[in-house]
């Protein structure tokens, strides 16, 4: 999907009985779970799988051999992340935000990244200005692999990095929001060509904040979103799932 997850930190069961947890949900020794959020991930980014497909328990099962309990792990892992919708008496489908809502997702962060930007460039360090070059090295790494995922998730992290380094954890955490809800639209509707220029476009607000120069930074910075939103493809086609889940290409490892 993709963006950093958090495992998931359960609070130690008080006083339970052996039977209780004899009764809970087989345990997923092979993995098995996660080898489905990843190839359901891959498809979606790959776009095999578009928005609105849906995703039946039981022929993902067959795809991968397993029970369907373990597909239903993996699709409430997916609902988490915000890649899958989970609909009462309907079932799971592929999520699929509207145009309207990735409008008003980029407008509020243009009006919060705009204000961030130029708070930090004011008190920007030497040694901040060189994490931010590995950050960006990282993002080239990963678009020269065509590594989908990966240069999804640092392309939207490099926005994250900037907003931790200004140290408002309030500010960082409503911008986390914000780009969990816009990582998923560009996580399936952006191109590869689009994802090179956001990084040469990262690299350009980098050498201003370098400069400290906050109007030059605050202008690429809200031009910087504006052509990431426009470049966006929000015309997607449904596909068949079995067929989508096959993938032509080495399962990932």
């Not at 963006?3 to 949900?25: C, F, H, I, N, Y």
């Not at 914000?178 to 399936?188: E, K």
């Amino acid at each position: 999907m993709p963006r950093s997850r958090t495992p998931l930190k359960l609070a130690p069961l008080q006083d339970a009985q052996p039977s209780v947890q004899e009764a809970g949900p087989p345990a997923d020794k092979g993995g098995s779970t996660q080898r489905i959020v990843d190839a359901i991930t891959a498809a979606i980014v790959e776009r095999r799988l578009m928005p609105g497909t849906k995703l039946v328990e039981q022929q993902i099962a067959d795809v991968f051999s397993v029970s369907r309990t373990l597909v239903r792990q993996a699709l409430n892992q997916l609902s988490r992340d915000r890649l899958v919708t989970l609909e009462p008496a309907r079932g799971a489908f592929v999520a699929q935000p509207s145009v309207e809502e990735a409008r008003q997702v980029f407008d509020a962060r243009k009006l919060i990244e705009g204000a961030l930007i130029k708070q930090l460039c004011a008190r920007i360090t030497p040694a901040q200005i060189a994490e931010l070059r590995r950050h960006l090295q990282a993002e080239a790494d990963a678009i020269a692999r065509t590594d989908v995922p990966g240069r999804t998730w640092l392309l939207s992290d490099f926005h994250l990095v900037l907003a931790r380094m200004l140290g408002n954890e309030v500010l960082a955490q409503l911008l986390a929001d914000l780009l969990s809800r816009s990582s998923l639209i560009s996580l399936m509707y952006q191109s590869s060509h689009s994802a090179e220029h956001s990084r040469a476009e990262h690299v350009e607000i980098v050498d201003a904040l370098e400069r400290r120069d906050a109007r030059a930074a605050v202008r690429l910075t809200e031009a910087h979103l504006g052509n990431v939103e426009r470049n966006l493809r929000l015309h997607p086609r449904v596909t068949d799932l079995q067929a989508a889940l096959r993938p032509s290409t080495p399962p990932l490892e």
